[in-house]
């Protein structure tokens, strides 16, 4: 069930407003209470785009990316090197209109609009929470559209569904890393020092020609996914997969053409 966030509301309202009924129930039993928080990305995203407005795209795009972030140019690239070829000057803003969250809120992603002094388009931006609970963003892919895309009514935030909870063996560790002991959340960071467990569900294999670049991403807790190929022509495909009724979802899929196939 999707979950709407009026635009004007003010933002402990918006808090609240994301979480909604639903969430604000007791988890099944053996399930995962959800750890996160939509409106974190939404902050993050409105954030990051005034940053842009006051101190400059470059300086804004540098300051909030991860180590390893990455755009489209229309090829995959460090976001370092894609400054260098659009660092022009040139003003640019966005609003973000829906947020996507994994169960544990290590990763999510944000999908809105943009504009600049000559053109427009939409965006979708994935975030990854770093080891003091902050948001960083690690890869941006949008394009230009014919007309401005318009705001929506309501903003949407949707927080994938947690994963079952497994009785814990021994000295309380989950078979397979299906969750942490109860009460305890896992430090964010960059996941590296801890195996990862399985996703929550299978994801469709990848299905793209030869010579194409393909990468897959995911939460750590195994509830949010995403997927971004660029095609040997230069366009670019982006899905994203919520861990939602039992079964990863797609909750955004994009395609860019190579012309405009560009973070």
Known sequence: MKRLIPLAIPALLLVLAVAGPADAQRPP?????????????????IAFS??????????AFAETATKEAEMFGPQRVPVAEWLKRN??????KWQPHGAWISCDGSAGVTRGAWQSNTASGWYTTIWQQQKK???????????????????????EGRIADCPARSAPPGAGAMPGGEGPPRGKRPPPGDG?????????????????PAGADAKDGRSRDGT????????????????VWL????????????????????G
């Not at 209470?33 to 995203?45: E, K, Q, V």
């Not at 660092?87 to 640019?92: P, R, V």
Request: a neutral charge; glycine letters at 8%; one cysteine or more.
């Open 29 to 45: 039993r053996g399930m995962m209470r959800p750890l996160a928080n939509p409106s974190a990305l939404i902050a993050a995203d």
């Open 50 to 59: 005034r940053l842009a407005q006051d101190k400059g795209k470059a300086k």
């Open 87 to 92: 660092d022009d000057g040139a003003a640019l």
């Open 133 to 155: 609970g902050d948001y960083k963003w690690s890869l941006d892919q949008g394009s230009a559209t014919a007309k401005p895309v318009e705001a929506p009514d309501f903003l």
């Open 192 to 208: 590296k020092d801890v195996p990862l467990p399985p996703l929550a569900g299978p994801i469709p294999a990848l299905s793209a």
């Open 224 to 239: 949010l996914a995403w997927r971004s190929v660029v095609l040997p022509d230069g366009a670019c495909d982006f899905t």
């Open 243 to 262: 861990w939602k009724d039992g079964a990863m979802t797609p909750v955004i899929q994009t395609h860019a053409d190579a012309a405009k196939a560009a």
